[in-house]
């Protein structure tokens, strides 16, 4: 297993120019070797990641001398970087590569495990020296590679870490989550987690720091001072946004074996007008990926229930269902005169949770479908504890 661990680096002013140098670097030769290998391609030829290499080197003292002012692997890596995209590219799983912009492209480059050094709070760059890190290496293990990126006005290192493979210990909790804007997640226990909103807090700054933006002049610094505020707050808004997903998927994750969530339809949503921004501000996509990912890491599953199973129209306990339900409609209140929870009035959302907790239980076995729902997580967890 390979975990990655990215630290911000604090490299003065001179170490500042070598990296963006290296990063730099790395964009002309990968621009280089795409233009090569479209020109390779349409004359009938079949180019490869290490013939590109093997010809730009060939030409490369002569022609770009100054490639050799930074580690080798910036002009190195792009190559092979290229032969994955257009690996990727043919097989169906990625868009054909691009060119990549000094202006929109962010600025990055490799190295590799025999190229950098780490230490306490530093590392070593080949051609440059020691570069402080604001924290150590959480992770024990052998050091693959490491890249490094800048976002907004700041450089960071991302160390990559192989870890055995550990034999993560079951947890027999199972839980059930509802996701919505209103909550950004409401569990089935009856928790819910609020959503922070961080955009639309922020939107009114942000606007008029945009609108500052484009009233500077083409190429001027101003214009690129008024650009990178608005990288800062672009950053900043992505930093609070994961640091929340990252404390409620890792919390799930501990606690939970065997989570139930929906499958929503995400590019759909963002197609709404009206709702576009607030479901991209929730980032519910972010949130499903890193739950599946720390879920299985941990030994256990993450079970996705079908998007059009009426979860929020349908009683958890008798299963009588609202048929003529609207999306204003917040409290759900059952109609069914036999059923114990018709005199009761509960929050739909919560409702629905406990619906997906029973589905997903469903869907692997542990409850008979025929069977209504349990309407708690204790019989629940008591099912999956027979099973």
Known sequence: MIKAHKIRLHPTPEQTIYV??????????????????NRQYEAGEKPTAL?????????RREHFPWTWEVTKNASDQPFLDLGKAFTAFFEGRARRPKFKSKKRSKPSFYLANDQFEVGDHRMWIPKLGWVNMAENVRFQGKVTG??????????FVSIQVELPNVLPEKKQAAIGIDVGLNHLATLSTGEE???????KTALKKLRRANKRLHRRKLSSKNREKARRQVARFHYRMTCLRDDVLHKLTTRLANCYGIIGIEDLNLKGLLKNRKLARSFSDAALGKLLSLLTSKVEQRGG?????????????????????????????????????????CQFEQDRDYNAALNILHEALCLIGLIDQAVS????????NLAVDAG
């Open 20 to 37: 963006a140098k290296a990063a730099g670097t790395a964009r002309f030769v990968w621009n280089w070797a795409l233009a090569e290998w």
């Open 51 to 59: 013939k590109l290499k093997k010809q730009f080197n060939s030409i």
């Open 146 to 155: 490491a890249r490094i990126t800048k976002t907004a006005d700041w450089w």
């Open 193 to 199: 987690i609020e959503n922070q909103a961080f955009l």
């Open 301 to 341: 599953q993450v079970i996705k229930v079908d998007r059009f199973f009426p979860s929020s129209k349908t009683c958890h306990c008798c299963g009588w269902k609202w048929e003529n339900m609207q999306l204003s409609d917040r409290v759900f209140l059952c109609q069914n005169a036999e059923c114990a929870y």
């Open 373 to 380: 729902g349990t309407g708690s997580d204790e019989d629940a």
